[in-house]
């Protein structure tokens, strides 16, 4: 038997109605409580009826009853006003610190053995996830409803992440913005030298050489440290000599250039492609967050992301090495890899900062019309027969595979518990 289990069977009410507690008095429920996460009691506010009198304070919770004085209770202050001990099985009287017997309720015989088996049976089995050969018995629309609060949920946190981010750049959205978006440029494999790129240049340097192309990428390059060496091409030479001027003005540290990642990548993913994008993207937007505060619908987003790297990437994927000829336009997925992750999460945070729900609705407007990751997880959901239609349900199935079913939290997953009461 599990404690938590337990916690479950008294939240829910899940045992027989007669109930008596072990001195022999007849219990009547009123309310369970509230389940309490922290340190202290189970549950709190819990109010009973013992006989012709009313309780009301909080109950503790245990497999056995020895286990009051295992963790110390009997000497706790906190476990003084106790109305209730519940424990699956009753092996000795307790007694608080000041003397008084706690009355206990033994829930053994008291409620269907098929619960905990069942229970059971998801914390030991290898299935992709533990419920999934009775997911077929819940309609899709409880499905749905616990998937909409856990993307909202997944949401809220991610972008109270960046709240942190926000204030170190003292309430800028357009600097924060920016960090985030370089960040997310490097699509993982290079994220971390890219959020480097982006806290050594500032936006606001940026900014000044907003209607130079050549400046802005001689900035981006340079800063990143990938104009060490000595070129051929008379392109990167002259990003190299306008860099040097501008770091002399500017007092920049570049980024070691042995940080940036090429092995095991696509040439059209080199982050030496990814920074020219990006600095068409700086060069083509000014005040590129204000204008998605104001931007409605997908495609209006999808255009401001619609860009592409200069010329001189035609037919280069590094410096100095001629390539076939193609133009580098920032493609689809990867525009929509950076409105989920940084678009969307942005509007969350700011929609949590202005305290403004308009922008939270805007946020998963675009979720819903942005298409689901193509991913193991994403996989693993529709072989079981759950088949993501948009970005909004994808985000909520990874948040529910990875938070919930990798850890078998089955009694703090909706699901879990709908299946779980089938069995009461």
Avoid at 417 to 424: F, R, W
Wanted: include cysteine; hydrophobic fraction near 40%.
């Amino acid at each position: 038997m599990r404690e938590d289990f337990l916690h479950f069977i008294w939240k829910f009410r899940l045992y027989t109605k007669e109930l008596y507690t072990t001195g022999g008095e007849e219990l009547i429920v009123i309310h369970p409580g509230q389940h309490n996460a922290d340190a202290g009691p189970d549950f709190t506010n819990a109010q009973i009826r013992l006989g012709k009198t009313r309780w009301a304070g909080n109950t503790e919770i245990h497999v056995k009853s020895s286990e009051w004085y295992v963790h110390g209770h009997h000497t706790d202050n906190a476990y003084s006003n106790i109305i209730l001990h519940v424990v699956y099985e009753h092996d000795r009287s307790v007694y608080d610190r000041n003397g008084r017997e706690v009355p206990t309720l033994e829930l053994k015989g008291k409620f269907s053995e098929s619960i905990f088996q069942k229970y059971f049976y998801y914390l030991n089995n290898k299935n992709w996830i533990p419920c999934e050969k009775d997911l077929h018995y819940l309609s899709i629309e409880k499905v749905n409803i616990w998937l909409n609060s856990l993307l909202i949920g997944r949401m809220e946190r991610k972008a109270a992440n960046l709240r942190s981010l926000l204030e170190h750049n003292k309430n800028n959205f357009e600097e924060t913005f920016y960090q985030v978006l370089a960040g997310n440029f490097g699509f993982k494999i290079n994220e971390q030298p890219f959020r480097m790129l982006a806290a050594v240049l500032p936006l606001q340097i940026l900014g000044r050489h907003k209607n130079s192309l050549m400046q802005i990428e001689a900035l981006l390059f340079g800063s990143a440290g990938l104009l060490n060496a000595d070129f051929q091409d008379e392109y990167p030479r002259a990003l190299k000599k306008e860099f040097e001027f501008l770091r002399n003005k500017y007092q920049l540290v570049p980024v070691q250039g042995h940080l940036w990642k090429f092995m095991r990548l696509r040439p059209p993913n080199f982050p030496t492609i990814r920074i020219a994008q990006f600095a068409a993207l700086v060069h083509k937007s000014q005040r590129l967050f204000m204008k998605i505060i104001e931007t409605d619908g997908i495609a209006g987003l999808i255009e401001l992301f619609d860009v592409e790297a200069s010329s001189y990437w035609d037919n280069h994927f590094v410096f100095d090495k001629p390539s076939e000829g193609s133009t580098k336009k920032l493609g689809k997925e990867a525009i929509q890899n950076l409105l989920l992750n940084t678009v969307v999460q942005m509007l969350f945070l700011y929609s949590l900062v202005k305290a403004d729900e308009r922008y939270q609705e805007k946020a998963v407007e675009f979720l819903m019309q942005i298409e689901p990751e193509i991913n193991s997880i994403i996989k693993g959901w529709k072989a079981v027969g759950i088949d993501a239609k948009n970005a909004f349900e994808s985000q909520a199935l990874i948040e529910l595979k990875n938070n919930y079913c990798n850890q078998k939290k089955c009694l703090s997953c909706s699901i879990g518990l709908d299946l779980l009461k089938m069995n009461s």
